[in-house]
């Protein structure tokens, strides 16, 4: 599939304005019915697909291993995700490692911390949370500054986490302990979508990966966030929606918004 040349004016946005019907969602299918994808979908009309391009494999004990890594000299765990959660219980029981009931953890969300109780009494345990962001996690950090504390990630990792945690002096060390990784996308090498919807910039590398000869043609490409958004001009992509917008703070509503204008009167 050859690629579309690199653009993003307006004019040439408006100009590819044609009536959307199908979209693809590069992830994967929400779990419950009150997804706005699908309140979008009858609302506008539009056929939404899901499929994720990107997935976690979490990383062997052995190549772990390497990392020279010793888990049992760290009191505390920073989990900014569920697949943080997921991928240490399951180093540990592969390396035989009992986690001690003194072994605090730090999480960044409410929801993460609740996960906790998939693996741990969590009552009997300490475990603190901030409100969705690393850094209102920091305050708790910083009042155990005396702990050693273990930071479980991914290889694609954001540096603003080990930069706030530099920052503070805090004694930390950075695991690898997942990755992300390109989903096989053969069997859509013959499926067509009006709209392709990424959040990632690997995401996008998952899309040349699958199909290097790739052409957009008009294939409106919509992304989320700076990162995607620049990886998509990077890949020649011509970048149809860029999300957030000012007045569409979520993916669905600058999805909305962008179809109430390229199928009005269509």
Known sequence: MAIAGMANTEDLTKSRMERVKT?????????????????????????????????????????????????????????????????????????????????????????????????????????FYGKQKFIDLMDVIKKNKDEKFLLLCSDIHKDEIPEILDDAKINYTKAVIYRTVCSDLSDLSDVKYDMLVFFSPSGIKSLFQNFPDFKQNNTRIATFGKTTAAAALEAGLILDLPAPLPNAPSMTMAIEQYLKEANKGK
């Open 23 to 127: 979209i693809l969602v590069s992830q994967p299918k929400p779990e419950t019915d009150k997804s706005p994808y699908f309140d979008l979908a009858k609302k506008c009309n539009v056929k939404i697909d899901f499929r994720p391009f990107i997935h976690v494999e979490g990383i062997s004990a052995r190549e772990f291993r390497k990392e020279k890594i010793n888990i049992l000299d760290h009191t505390a765990l920073i989990l900014t995700s569920r697949n943080g959660v997921d991928n240490f219980f399951r180093l540990c029981e592969e390396m035989r490692v009992t986690v001690p009931d003194t072994m605090k953890y730090f999480c960044i969300s409410e929801a993460i911390a609740f996960y906790l109780q998939k693996y741990v009494q969590y009552r009997k345990r300490k475990i």
